[in-house]
């Protein structure tokens, strides 16, 4: 299971969600850019900046609403320690 974070192209507004498939959820949030009844499509969120695995969905839904409960300073300086320049993560290429 994947907790995960993305952004839009200006990172003014954070998604955070969670997956048992990060790549198919991804693909499903580029599919989705610029549907207006959909919040990542409405606000171009489709970039990943952050993402964590974890052992189960229990932990993993604890964790996302967690994070959705902190403030954006908070989310900020967690993705920024995982991801300095806050560039889109490719998940073929990611070495983190």
Avoid: C
């Amino acid at each position: 299971m994947h907790v995960y974070i993305l952004t839009n192209p200006t990172q003014t507004t954070l998604y955070i969600g969670v997956t048992n498939d990060l790549t198919r959820r991804l693909y499903e949030h580029s599919t989705g850019r610029g549907d207006a009844e959909k919040f990542t499509g409405r606000y171009q969120i489709d970039l990943l900046v952050y993402f964590e695995t974890l052992p189960d969905a229990t932990q993993a839904i604890a964790r996302e609403n967690q994070l959705k409960g902190w403030t954006r300073r908070k989310k900020d300086a967690l993705i920024t320690a995982f991801n300095p320049t806050w560039k889109a993560i490719d998940l073929d290429t990611w070495e983190g």
